[in-house]
């Protein structure tokens, strides 16, 4: 069993706390279920909020997931449900794998396929539900190169149909480029139903000597919105004692704006094409910082092992074109205590 | 050279790295050299991550729903 809490503070006034319980149990050596409860309640006052002219809102996400795995001489299939709702928001989805060991367990292959399907709604307005639906998957290799490193490649593509837009966003049309000031037009913003989306991703882990290991992520991502990024996620673990783990993080990622944004929407017939004020389709970069303690102990001599962990973060997102901000700092932080019996 | 191309030489470059026998995998098997991190742990930080980014993909979790936080 293990519970985590999340929490996390910006700079624009949003504050998030999730608690999260997962119950996993292996019937035996072949097959094994698990379910767990996640909650996510957050306040915001973000510039989206704060443009569209509305009020700060509350509001609470709450998400079941179940799955399970059956192992079989080399190939573990496994599988999984999720059903998360809030009052604006419904969502299904599901998740298929199939986990191939090759080459006396030096080659893992793991092919994914998942897919979901959400209902988007408007708070105070019944009538507005807009339907939109995921399908993707995932190929992924991992491969030890040595008795101390291993590298994983992996390729995703997810594609998205129906309304990615937000139901409470507006575009300014003239003006200083905000709803919140008087602008000659405001129009809900407008983005493309369809979204292909493609994410190469390398991983690559070496230990050096007996206490110290280090890993380097890298993600090369594009879209067919004409959005691009790049992720670097260097990190160093140092076993600090018998039972404690430390590890250090950084994560740099940048990205190309989506082909449609702008800034500033200048001339009237901007309206009648695809017109949007998300700062995630901006151009922008982020910097995070981390901290994270691991600690295990053996509790009696039952084979229950209790295992408490702290990962902390400091972020600042830098937006390079996004009228009225500029940066947001962020602190975030997770405590996880979980009990594994044997 | 096209991707199928590509992707055999990949596969040939990967299948031919030096086998480690299960007897000296006392390394890799170590906490700090675990790939991916607790799901538990990391969860919160993928979710966010996927509403503040406009780039997902290759995360460990699988969060869903909106929770535009």
Redesign the interface.
């Given at each position: 069993m293990?519970?985590?809490l999340?929490a996390?503070t910006d700079s624009n006034a949003?504050t998030?706390w999730?608690p999260?319980v997962?119950v996993a149990g292996a019937v035996d050596d072949t097959y094994g279920v698990e379910a767990?409860v996640?909650l996510?309640a957050?306040t915001?006052a973000s510039i989206d909020v704060t443009t569209a002219a509305t009020k700060a809102i509350h509001e609470v996400?709450k998400?079941v997931t179940s799955g399970g795995y059956y192992a079989f001489a080399d190939l573990t299939v496994s599988g999984?449900y999720?059903y998360?709702?809030?009052p604006?928001?419904?969502?299904h989805?599901g998740?298929g794998n199939l986990t191939l060991d090759?080459?006396?367990?030096?080659?893992t292959l793991v092919l994914s396929l998942?897919g979901?399907r959400?209902d988007?709604g408007r708070a105070g307005d019944p009538s507005f539900r807009r339907p939109q639906r995921t399908i993707g998957g995932?190929l992924s290799?991992?491969?030890?190169?040595?008795?101390?490193s291993?590298?994983?490649?992996?390729w995703?593509t997810?594609g998205i149909e129906g309304y990615q837009a937000?139901p409470y966003r507006y575009v300014a049309i003239g003006g200083d480029g905000t709803c919140a000031s008087p602008a000659p037009l405001c129009v809900p913003e407008h983005v493309p139903e369809q979204r292909l989306?493609?994410?190469a991703?390398a991983?690559v882990?070496h230990?050096f000597g007996e206490?110290?290991?280090a890993?380097l992520d890298y993600?090369f991502?594009f879209?067919d919105w004409g959005?691009?990024?790049q992720?670097i996620a260097p990190d160093l673990?140092?076993?600090v004692s018998e039972r404690g783990?430390l590890?250090l993080h950084y994560r740099y990622?940048t990205?190309r704006?989506?082909d449609f944004y702008q800034p500033r929407y200048l001339e009237a017939s901007d309206a009648t094409g695809f017109v949007t004020r998300d700062r995630?389709?901006?151009a922008?970069y982020?910097n995070r910082i981390g901290l994270?303690y691991?600690h295990?102990c053996a509790l009696g001599k039952g084979g229950t092992v209790l295992?408490t962990?702290l990962?902390t973060?400091l972020i600042r997102?830098k937006y390079l074109a996004f009228v009225g901000l500029d940066h947001v700092d962020a602190l975030?932080g997770?405590l996880?205590i979980?009990l594994d019996h044997r | 050279m096209n991707v199928q191309s590509y992707g055999f030489v990949l596969i040939l470059l990967v299948t031919g790295c030096a086998r480690v026998a299960p007897y000296e995998r006392e390394t890799l098997a170590r906490r700090d050299m675990q790939l991916g991190q607790n799901p538990d742990l990391v969860a919160g930080e993928e979710h966010g991550l996927a509403y503040r980014e406009g780039s997902s993909g290759g995360g460990d979790a699988k969060a869903g729903g909106c929770g535009c936080n």
């Amino acid at each position: 069993m293990s519970s985590a809490l999340y929490a996390r503070t910006d700079s624009n006034a949003t504050t998030v706390w999730s608690p999260r319980v997962r119950v996993a149990g292996a019937v035996d050596d072949t097959y094994g279920v698990e379910a767990a409860v996640a909650l996510d309640a957050w306040t915001g006052a973000s510039i989206d909020v704060t443009t569209a002219a509305t009020k700060a809102i509350h509001e609470v996400r709450k998400e079941v997931t179940s799955g399970g795995y059956y192992a079989f001489a080399d190939l573990t299939v496994s599988g999984g449900y999720r059903y998360s709702t809030e009052p604006d928001y419904r969502s299904h989805g599901g998740i298929g794998n199939l986990t191939l060991d090759l080459a006396n367990d030096n080659t893992t292959l793991v092919l994914s396929l998942f897919g979901s399907r959400d209902d988007v709604g408007r708070a105070g307005d019944p009538s507005f539900r807009r339907p939109q639906r995921t399908i993707g998957g995932r190929l992924s290799i991992t491969q030890l190169l040595s008795q101390a490193s291993f590298l994983q490649l992996a390729w995703e593509t997810t594609g998205i149909e129906g309304y990615q837009a937000s139901p409470y966003r507006y575009v300014a049309i003239g003006g200083d480029g905000t709803c919140a000031s008087p602008a000659p037009l405001c129009v809900p913003e407008h983005v493309p139903e369809q979204r292909l989306r493609n994410a190469a991703i390398a991983r690559v882990r070496h230990a050096f000597g007996e206490h110290v290991s280090a890993g380097l992520d890298y993600r090369f991502y594009f879209d067919d919105w004409g959005l691009s990024s790049q992720t670097i996620a260097p990190d160093l673990a140092l076993i600090v004692s018998e039972r404690g783990t430390l590890a250090l993080h950084y994560r740099y990622y940048t990205q190309r704006e989506a082909d449609f944004y702008q800034p500033r929407y200048l001339e009237a017939s901007d309206a009648t094409g695809f017109v949007t004020r998300d700062r995630e389709l901006s151009a922008m970069y982020s910097n995070r910082i981390g901290l994270g303690y691991l600690h295990t102990c053996a509790l009696g001599k039952g084979g229950t092992v209790l295992t408490t962990a702290l990962r902390t973060g400091l972020i600042r997102y830098k937006y390079l074109a996004f009228v009225g901000l500029d940066h947001v700092d962020a602190l975030e932080g997770t405590l996880l205590i979980s009990l594994d019996h044997r | 050279m096209n991707v199928q191309s590509y992707g055999f030489v990949l596969i040939l470059l990967v299948t031919g790295c030096a086998r480690v026998a299960p007897y000296e995998r006392e390394t890799l098997a170590r906490r700090d050299m675990q790939l991916g991190q607790n799901p538990d742990l990391v969860a919160g930080e993928e979710h966010g991550l996927a509403y503040r980014e406009g780039s997902s993909g290759g995360g460990d979790a699988k969060a869903g729903g909106c929770g535009c936080n």
